[in-house]
């Protein structure tokens, strides 16, 4: 695992043999990323379990197949030959049923049944709420503090990461006892090194927790969305199947925890290795959204993303053609690096104009939580600078370890020394 300020040199594919994509993280992810960019609008790539896909990392050619009208996400439907379970990684982004991995009438369905938690005058009703759990981490933290030669204290798992994922259990109505094996579980979701986890287990294991979870809220309803999902699914089975329920709280409840969790980390760690940009933003604090935006555009909690496929051939020029019936992953991540893009796309600079990327998708896919990361972030940042002027990285950069991921894109642990702590 390797950090992203290493530099990479990965060699040129040849066209005519698949790539395996590369689940080192960090800069082996942006610098392959690079390659495949450089080499074709599409290039054939080899995935865990010898499947073999189209990667895409153009920033014109993704923003083009996002919504392309022969490019689907229902692998039911366009994936011919594809049996549900034969490649065990790929449940979460194939075989689970959720409006994540459905097209046109039952991505409406199930989009709307949870669209109504994230509205716009929703979310904001959950300002306070944040408020509140980012308080009481950063007094946890305060407590911690010691001053000059304290330990250091995983700013991660202490901060980051315990924002988002008390934000979603508490939204979702996942009982305090059942969290931890939970949000154990689901954190492996995104790893795809077969050599580090067995995503067979992963996925079994994450939807074992989901059905204990129904099973809680159907002996004891709540005022949460695990149980507004679940009266919907027994009035009106034709709504939402038993399946859909399941696939839908594992999305919700993965998706609401890791991406926020990684904007955050990438937005300390930057601020923290570009100190002139912290000042400028610490005297400024509207400015903050300008710190939000372009962590998420140079360093996207998602890369790429499995699957799309193709209903129709794709002509994308310069002798690529993806074929009807093809599967196709999309880099979401490589729009914001994209020097087509973005003048000088590897350096963080809140003072640049076009902070452009596709960090939550794009089209009718677009992630359905953006609008509650960015309201966490915009929350928990502030706060944590204001409570810990101090803060200072407990380790060079080039240290810090990735996830085993070339989907996920966030480190494992971000080693902080906190300084002494201001009055809350």
Known sequence: MTSASETFAPEVPDPAEPVELDSGGGGRLYAQTETLRATAPAVRVRLPEDLLAWSVTRGDVVRRLLTHPHVRKDARRNWPGYEPGAISWLYPWVDSQSMFTSDAADHARLRNLIGRAFAPRRIEALRPAVRTIVTDLLDALAARATGAGAPPVDLRADYAYAIPTRVICDLFGVPEEQRPAMLAAMDLVLTTDPAAVNAGEVSAEVIAHMRVLVETRRDDPGDDMTSLLLAAHEADGDRLTEHELISTLFLMVGAGS???????????????????????VLAEPARWDDVVEEALRLHPPIVHMPLRFATGDIDLGEGVTIRSGEAIIVGFGAHGRDPAVHDDPAAFDIDRADKAHLAFGHGIHYCLGASLARLEAQIALPALFDRFPDLALAVPPSELRHQSSFIGNDVLALPVHLGSPAAP
Do not use: G
């Not at 955050?264 to 940009?277: F, G, I, K």
């Open 258 to 280: 890791q991406t926020t969790a990684a904007l955050l980390d990438h937005a300390v760690r930057e601020l923290l290795t570009h100190r002139d940009q912290l000042v400028a």
